[in-house]
């Protein structure tokens, strides 16, 4: 069963803006963390939010959850061209079996 | 680094046809994962393995079967290809318990079944 949905599913900004994505999922979780996969390839770890913690960042990523509203965003603060990439949320309710949503697309234009 | 390192890029087998897809990690993690993946349907567990020997099903095993002899390596089976088998498939480890919570994946073997 999928866990994450991601919103929106294709998002196309310029270079130096913001983009923003969520997530949303069903069920209480441990944690839920962001990957990036760039076209054709395997997905990359980009940040952990556990389930006690409300915002998180990391270089130019800022992540949020709230908990009562099953929900998370994440933040790509001044984009690049290289920022390019899909965008995937993924939950852990138990154990450490994921559940990946359907991804957002970013295209970011130089 | 983590390395996870799939056999194949690209494969194209005939319907029927036995496909074996490998993967490897160099990390001693002790959980493996394959998932596929589809357009607008995102990645889907297919099977996951705990140790060495050990197997469980994920949300899509059928017409599937794993195998882990070692455990640096899972291997995902194909038994009797089908057409709608053409995917993605991605392999992903994790270490065990508390320290499992980041999969590192393997650069993916984009199947096709004619």
């Known amino acids: 069963s999928q866990q994450g949905e991601e919103d929106p599913q294709a998002l196309s900004i310029q270079e130096g803006e913001n983009a923003t994505m969520n997530c949303s999922y069903k069920?209480?979780?441990?944690?839920l963390q962001w990957y990036r996969q760039n076209s054709g390839r395997g997905l990359v770890h980009l940040i952990l939010?556990?389930?006690?913690?409300r915002e998180k960042h990391s270089g130019r990523l800022r992540v949020t959850l709230d908990t009562s509203k099953k929900s998370s965003s994440l933040l790509i603060t001044a984009s690049r061209a290289a920022d390019t990439a899909s965008y995937f949320c993924?939950?852990?309710?138990?154990?450490?079996?994921?559940?990946f949503g359907t991804g957002t697309s970013l295209t970011v234009i130089p | 680094d983590v390395k996870v390192t799939q056999s194949s890029r690209y494969l194209v087998k005939r319907t029927g046809e036995k496909v074996f897809l490998e993967c490897v990690q160099d990390?001693?993690?002790?959980?493996m994962f394959w998932y596929r993946q589809d357009p607008g349907l995102g990645l889907r567990l297919i099977y996951f393995?705990?140790?060495?020997?050990?197997?469980e099903k994920g949300d899509i095993p059928e017409g599937y079967s794993v195998s882990r002899e070692k455990k640096e390596r899972f291997s995902l089976i194909l038994e009797s290809a089908s057409t709608n088998q053409t995917s993605m498939y991605l392999c992903?480890?994790?270490?065990?318990?508390?320290?499992?919570?980041?999969?590192?994946f393997g650069p993916g073997t984009r199947l096709l079944v004619l």
């Open positions: 992903a480890s994790s270490f065990g318990g508390a320290r499992g919570e980041t999969q590192y």
């Open positions: 069920t209480s979780i441990n944690n």
């Open positions: 939010i556990r389930s006690n913690e």
């Open positions: 993924a939950t852990a309710p138990t154990g450490n079996q994921f559940y």
């Open positions: 990390m001693d993690h002790e959980n």
């Open positions: 393995s705990y140790d060495v020997k050990m197997k």
